[in-house]
């Protein structure tokens, strides 16, 4: 059980153009998911959280203009990277909640900007 | 000081050996804790939680020490597959999880 699945695994895209990311929980109903970036040999750093139905919560430092985030239902969640630039690429991780506080992660995202 | 730290690493342990991390929090509201694993190149995985009795699994113990405001995680037996990013999280409020930089852990043959 906890299953999410993420895609695409991997995505290049050239700079300026915008990238969609799709989070799903496959066997269970998340009430709130989590979009996480990663850069090479660092942690995950929280980029924002978002509950079915409502505006996701942006951590200091994101922009939401830029990282569009839609929630639309309790099995899906899409970020949007918008404009996307070189410094954007990074490994892009969706983890879902069902009601406990157990995370469980996506297989994550390779965004390759050129 | 960072919300969460851990030590780096690498630990790097001999297959069979006994091996143990510790992750310090600072803020003593924290309401949970868990450790996750990390492969290379790949997404955590939840490996427990960690409660405020300690648990088990198998060959992996955590325990938790409020008054010191620690986690721990405890390997017995070490296998090649452990070798890992190993990652304490920390709920801290309302859905704010608080990740560490995690540890490595090499186990070799």
């Known amino acids: 059980g906890a299953v999410v699945s993420q895609h695409p695994s991997r995505v290049i895209c050239k700079s300026g153009t915008s990238v969609k990311i799709e989070c799903r929980s496959l066997?269970?109903?998340?009430?709130?998911m989590f979009w996480y970036r990663q850069f090479p040999k660092q942690s995950l750093m929280l980029m924002a959280t978002?509950?079915?139905?409502?505006?996701?919560?942006?951590e200091q430092g994101v922009e939401k203009d830029k990282f569009l985030i839609n929630h639309a239902s309790l099995t899906l969640s899409t970020l949007t990277v918008t404009s996307a630039h070189p410094e954007d690429s990074s490994f892009y991780i969706c983890?879902?909640?069902?009601?406990?506080?157990?995370?469980?992660f996506g297989p994550g995202t390779r965004l390759t900007v050129t | 000081r960072k919300e969460v730290e851990q030590d780096p690493g690498p630990f790097n342990v001999p297959e069979g050996a006994t091996v143990a991390f510790n992750c310090t929090y600072s803020n003593s509201a924290s309401q949970s804790f868990f450790w996750y694993r990390q492969d290379c190149r790949k997404e955590p995985k939840l490996l427990m939680s960690v409660y405020s009795s300690g648990n088990e699994d198998g060959r992996f113990t955590a325990q938790l020490n409020r008054a010191s405001q620690y986690i721990s995680l405890l390997i017995r037996d070490s296998k090649l597959s452990d070798s890992a990013t190993y990652l304490c999280?920390?709920?801290?409020?309302?859905?704010?999880?608080?990740f560490g930089t995690g540890t490595r852990l090499k186990v070799l043959a």
């Open positions: 999280v920390v709920l801290t409020g309302t859905y704010k999880y608080i």
């Open positions: 066997d269970f109903q998340a009430t709130t």
């Open positions: 983890s879902a909640s069902g009601g406990t506080y157990e995370q469980y």
């Open positions: 978002s509950n079915e139905g409502s505006k996701a919560t942006y």
